[in-house]
């Protein structure tokens, strides 16, 4: 299997995208991510996909909570700012933050913030699998218009908001 006929069949799988942020070391650290998904409603999970070669990913490791934020379509700029390494150091300068309950930055006007506490990681080829346990969901109240990775482009849905 050719690991480029792999990506380019993965680049027709749109997906939404979220941010994931944590606190360590003193420090806010983020990184934009589209492999998230819900695990289980009881306990209330879900897990996040994350190369081991991602600024984030030792950070991740150490953390005590993390945060997935669901971006809207209007937080492209922000995507585009922390999906870019150059911009590392002004990241969380884009943006309302906010602590939830257990610390970890949260993007105001997200469509939604989900806190977590670490539960299990597990390492496969280049990534490590994340699972955490959702210990709140905040809501924003943003008009439901998410922010979706396609074909290497943000996009955002065409022709489902009238339906």
């Known amino acids: 299997m050719d690991p480029n006929d792999f990506k380019s069949g993965m680049r027709r799988l749109a997906a939404g995208v979220s941010l ?3 606190e ?4 806010r650290h983020g990184l934009i991510a589209t492999a998230v998904t819900s695990l289980s409603a009881e306990p ?3 897990l ?3 190369n081991a070669s991602a600024s984030i990913h030792e950070h991740l490791s150490e953390a005590r909570s993390f945060c997935v934020n669901v971006l809207s379509r209007g937080q492209q700029d922000v995507a585009m700012r922390f999906a870019t390494p150059r911009d590392r ?3 969380f300068e884009m943006g309302e933050w906010s602590a939830l309950e257990t610390g970890a930055p949260a993007l105001r006007g997200a469509q939604v913030s989900f806190d977590c506490r670490p539960a299990q990681k597990s390492s496969f080829g280049t990534h490590t699998i ?3 346990e959702v210990v709140a969901v905040t809501d924003w109240g943003s008009p439901s218009d998410p922010l979706l990775y396609h074909d290497g482009k943000f996009a955002g849905l065409t022709g489902a ?3």
């Open 24 to 27: 360590a070391g003193n420090a």
């Open 44 to 46: 209330p999970s879900l």
């Open 161 to 163: 908001e009238h339906a």
């Open 130 to 132: 994340f699972i955490g």
């Open 20 to 22: 994931v942020t944590c």
């Open 89 to 91: 150091e002004t990241r």
């Open 48 to 50: 996040i996909c994350v």
